[in-house]
């Protein structure tokens, strides 16, 4: 196998890292707290 000679990918957003793992972290906030209720609703359909 040959060493990676390329350049780093340049990013396709405008925002700085910490706003993704701000973003990242509320979603998965999001998703703790509402997934016992998704899962007591889902036995209904």
Do not use: C
Request: proline share 4%; glycine share 4%; no cysteine.
């Amino acid at each position: 196998m040959s060493p990676m000679n390329s350049n780093r990918p340049v990013s396709e957003y405008n925002t700085g890292e910490q706003d993704l793992y701000t973003g990242i972290t509320m979603v998965w906030t999001s998703y703790a707290e509402y997934l016992a209720n998704f899962e007591a609703w889902k036995t209904t359909y």
